[in-house]
């Protein structure tokens, strides 16, 4: 039990900027991969319940959907934003395995950057405008857990790009860590959605964070932690649509 519950304080602090108290010496990001859906789904509930309330105030469906995907902005710090702004810079942008890397690196914002952002944030914010009120809990709650079930699976399937960052530091999770954080994903998605829903949602994102590793080993030949932040994205967009497309 103490070993679960040091695995979530470490999850909380790394997925959310909320004031977590934590002792150092009980960080294991590789362990505390496991539970990242479940952080997720917490996230993708606050989500939910502040579009909910701002709708309740009568705000219109799109300010609400942009004024909640703010608030979860502000929650988790961008962090898995600024990892797919990152990533379709230094892809878009890079000549050779090195410039790419360096790109990713660099704390500027590009063309690539910029419009991969532009299109996660209007897709997304256009997909809760147009769900009904009563399904943006599971919509919500399934993406961000799918989405962070996605960085674990990652993290193992690929070796790191780098000898140092997030990825590198962080560790491989174990195949115990991947498969129990690739169950919780699957549960809160069946829990949360309706059977058929949750099964093609798994699938689309499961193919989408496949496609995402491939062009990740083919471009830099791993990952990073940019990488499995984009890969988040790339699931959650992608179970967001699925969502939509079956029930708004």
Request: net charge neutral; glycine share 12%; with cysteine.
């Amino acid at each position: 039990m103490t070993a679960w519950l040091d695995d979530l304080w470490t999850a909380i602090t790394f997925a959310t900027r909320l004031p977590i108290p934590h002792s150092a010496q009980a960080v294991n990001m590789a362990r505390a991969m496991r539970v990242l859906p479940v952080v997720g789904a917490a996230i993708g509930l606050v989500a939910a319940l502040v579009q909910l309330a701002l709708l309740r105030l009568s705000v219109p469906p799109l300010a609400s959907a942009v004024l909640a995907l703010g608030a979860t902005a502000l929650l988790t710090g961008a962090l898995h934003e600024d990892g797919f702004a990152d990533v379709c810079d230094g892809f878009g942008g890079g000549r050779d395995r090195e410039a790419k890397l360096a790109i990713m690196r660099d704390s500027r914002l590009g063309t690539y950057g910029g419009l991969a952002l532009l299109t996660s944030f209007g897709a997304r914010a256009a997909v809760l405008a147009a769900l009904p009120s009563g399904a943006l809990i599971g919509a919500l709650v399934a993406a961000h857990a799918l989405g962070r079930a996605a960085i674990p699976a990652l993290a193992l399937a690929l070796p790191s790009a780098r000898q140092d960052g997030l990825a590198a530091t962080a560790g491989r999770p174990g195949q115990g860590s991947v498969a129990l954080a690739a169950l919780f994903g699957v549960v809160i998605a069946l829990l949360m959605l309706p059977f058929a829903t949750a099964l093609l949602a798994v699938i689309v994102a499961g193919l989408g964070v496949a496609v995402m590793g491939a062009v990740a080993r083919w471009q830099i030949g791993g990952v990073t932690g940019d990488v499995l932040g984009g890969a988040e994205q790339v699931a959650e967009i992608l179970v967001l649509l699925v969502v939509a497309a079956r029930l708004s």
